[in-house]
């Protein structure tokens, strides 16, 4: 049942705050519409089905999870539970897994109960928060960058860009690191580590020079951390030397991996920036260091928000800005293109990659696997939604390794690479694809022939029907009308192939 679109999606359900403590589910004596609806956005609407009562309750009712919605009258939960029992449930052919033994991988040797991880950032700050999502079933946490620096921050300190549906696109921070002395993050290593013991600790750290970067890692090892995270890419740490500074001077990369391996016995890993044309110098200078894995990627250095009043960017901070790190889920397309070249590299075969840019859902998980990422990190998503969104990570993939026969996370690992190209020359160049329009769908809004007509090839047009027709002497099989086709009523049809010429 697994699709590349799922049936139901997030405009179908756009006014959905994916409330706490919601009181639609209050209010229904059937079910947790509010977990269904939580599954739907993110992308588990099997696992939404799996959920579902074995008849429909929502045929004879009068609706009063819609009445106490937050935005009463502005989500159309029953017809979406209608949707769930008409147009999902008869394709869900594969039962959900009764366990979540697929799921299970490691980090350089160290057993994980899931692939996922919460990265280094607030969401994994103090004990008590690593506990809640410890508690909610994430496998691990990377834990907010450990230094001896002392840390004072903004206020604001993050801004957004906001879709359509209110959520984040796009998210920058000028954030720095943990607030907390190195002992007070020991300690908290310590406690996690006693009443955790299967969950892993990945300690992020940041050091001054050589002597720090070695005694940080040993201090982590000694405190109960399972491997260490070098942090070679905040671009919020300015100073020479440190945060991303680093991560652009392979010299300095490979320097201060072998400084910190010397000082420890648990695995290493480097995590890089993306400010950078190649991430592979970085990343084979980390491996020469010593390193047994590279984690990717960090925050894309930013600027957003411009006030036109003000002439000040966001956020700020009494009439000032910075260059900020990005991310969130605009983001994803930058970092899949970097664990793909680090996935490529045969210098780094055998390492671990650890991947994290813009992952929501379950399907941006399984890009980043598929690319040749062993374990996933995630921060924006959580600090927008929360640890729950767990739940769907871990029964998403979990149910497509069972459909396609995996056996394990491994299984998948890398399976995209063959077919990624570095250059767009080693396209096919041969053919076109034509697209093809499903008149039951199609609204006859007209929104292809405008973007064919002024940003493609001409080759759409519209009939006193208000339905598009394609000239296929001017189509070149663009697909830009499939894109922007607002009711999904466009579709690949028909392939030809050029005839070679003699």
């Given amino acids: 049942?697994?699709?590349?679109?799922?049936?139901?999606?997030?405009?179908?359900?756009?006014?959905?705050?994916?409330?706490?403590?919601?009181?639609?589910s209050a209010s229904c004596p059937h079910m947790n519409p509010a977990e269904l609806l939580k599954d739907i956005w993110f992308d588990d609407e099997q696992g939404a089905c799996a959920r579902l009562p074995q008849e429909n309750?929502?045929?004879?009712?009068?609706?009063?999870?819609?009445?106490?919605?937050?935005?009463?009258?502005?989500?159309?939960?029953?017809?979406?539970?209608?949707?769930?029992?008409?147009?999902?449930?008869?394709?869900?052919?594969?039962?959900?897994?009764?366990?979540?033994?697929?799921?299970?991988?490691?980090?350089?040797?160290?057993?994980?109960?899931?692939?996922?991880?919460?990265?280094?950032?607030?969401?994994?700050?103090?004990?008590?928060?690593?506990?809640?999502?410890?508690?909610?079933?994430?496998?691990?946490?990377?834990?907010?960058?450990?230094?001896?620096?002392?840390?004072?921050?903004?206020?604001?300190?993050?801004?957004?860009?906001?879709?359509?549906?209110?959520?984040?696109i796009g998210f920058k921070n000028v954030e720095q690191l943990s607030d907390h002395s190195v002992q007070e993050n020991m300690e908290i290593f310590r406690r996690l580590k006693e009443n955790y013991p299967k969950k892993f600790i990945l300690a992020s750290i940041m050091?001054?020079?050589e002597e720090e970067w070695g005694t940080l890692a040993h201090l982590c090892e000694e405190n109960g951390a399972d491997a260490v995270e070098l942090n070679f890419s905040c671009p919020n740490m300015m100073d020479e030397g440190l945060g991303s500074d680093i991560g652009q001077v392979p010299e300095l990369v490979e320097r201060f991996t072998r400084a910190a391996k010397k000082a420890c016995k648990i695995p290493v890993l480097a995590k890089l920036t993306p400010n950078v044309e190649s991430m592979a110098p970085a990343a084979e200078a980390a491996v020469r260091g010593g390193a047994d894995?590279?984690?990717?990627?960090?925050?894309?250095?930013?600027?957003?928000?411009?006030n036109l009043h003000t002439y000040v960017s966001a956020p700020s901070v009494r009439g000032m800005s910075a260059v900020g790190g990005y991310s969130g889920n605009a983001v994803k397309p930058i970092a899949l293109r970097f664990i793909g070249e680090l996935g490529h590299d045969p210098l780094l075969y055998g390492k671990h990659i650890s991947g994290m840019g813009g992952v929501e859902t379950w399907r941006d998980a399984l890009e980043f696997i598929l690319l040749g990422a062993d374990s996933i990190q995630v921060t924006t998503a959580v600090m927008q939604y929360g640890y729950r969104i767990i739940d769907e990570l871990k029964e998403g993939l979990n149910l497509y390794l069972t459909e396609k026969g995996f056996r394990?996370?491994?299984?998948?690992?890398?399976?995209?690479?063959?077919?990624?190209?570095?250059?767009?020359?080693?396209?096919?160049?041969?053919?076109?694809?034509?697209?093809?329009?499903?008149?039951?769908?199609?609204?006859?809004?007209?929104?292809?022939?405008?973007s064919c007509m002024d940003g493609g090839h001409q080759a759409i047009s519209m009939n006193q029907k208000r339905q598009p027709v394609l000239d296929a002497k001017k189509c070149v099989g663009c697909h830009l009308c499939v894109l922007v086709?607002?009711?999904?009523?466009?579709?690949?049809?028909?392939?030809?192939?050029?005839?070679?010429?003699?």
Avoid at 293 to 306: H, P, V
Avoid at 487 to 497: E, L, P, Q, T, W
Wanted: hydrophobic share 35%; proline share 6%.
């Fill in 408 to 450: 394990n996370v491994a299984e998948a690992k890398g399976l995209v690479l063959e077919a990624v190209s570095e250059s767009s020359d080693a396209l096919p160049r041969d053919s076109i694809l034509y697209p093809t329009f499903h008149r039951e769908k199609c609204i006859g809004c007209g929104r292809c022939v405008i």
């Fill in 293 to 306: 894995g590279i984690a990717a990627i960090n925050t894309i250095k930013s600027i957003m928000g411009i």
């Fill in 207 to 209: 050091g001054k020079d």
């Fill in 485 to 502: 086709c607002p009711s999904r009523a466009i579709r690949a049809g028909r392939k030809r192939v050029h005839k070679k010429k003699d």
């Fill in 57 to 168: 309750p929502c045929t004879n009712c009068d609706a009063p999870c819609e009445q106490a919605c937050v935005r009463s009258g502005q989500v159309d939960i029953r017809k979406l539970v209608c949707r769930l029992y008409k147009e999902v449930l008869p394709q869900c052919e594969t039962p959900l897994p009764d366990n979540e033994d697929r799921l299970r991988t490691e980090l350089c040797g160290i057993p994980l109960e899931n692939p996922f991880l919460l990265s280094s950032s607030v969401v994994a700050s103090t004990y008590d928060m690593c506990a809640r999502a410890f508690e909610a079933g994430w496998a691990g946490a990377a834990f907010k960058t450990i230094c001896s620096f002392e840390i004072h921050e903004a206020s604001p300190r993050f801004s957004a860009i906001i879709g359509a549906d209110g959520s984040m």
């Fill in 1 to 24: 049942m697994i699709q590349n679109t799922p049936i139901l999606q997030r405009r179908d359900m756009i006014h959905c705050a994916l409330c706490y403590d919601a009181p639609c």
